[in-house]
């Protein structure tokens, strides 16, 4: 099992959080948590945002931009 420190909203402090045993095959990175000391599961989640082409043109030169 899989051991990191979280703050917990139940305990209302930071505890120990362990990855239970995962029956979607995620192993030791199973986004599953569970608090040691109460027993409140979290669920920890990495979002990833694209760049857009908007954003892409914003950095181009004022020059390269009128043409």
């Known amino acids: 099992m899989s051991h ?7 305990c209302e402090g930071v505890a120990l959080f362990e990855a239970p045993p995962c029956v979607d095959g995620h192993g ?17 989640s990495v979002f990833a945002f694209p760049v857009t082409r908007l954003a892409d043109r914003r950095r181009q030169p004022a020059h390269r931009r009128a043409a």
């Open 4 to 10: 990191r420190e979280l703050y917990c909203d139940v």
């Open 28 to 44: 030791t990175d199973c986004p599953e948590l569970i608090c040691t000391d109460c027993g409140a599961a979290v669920v920890v």
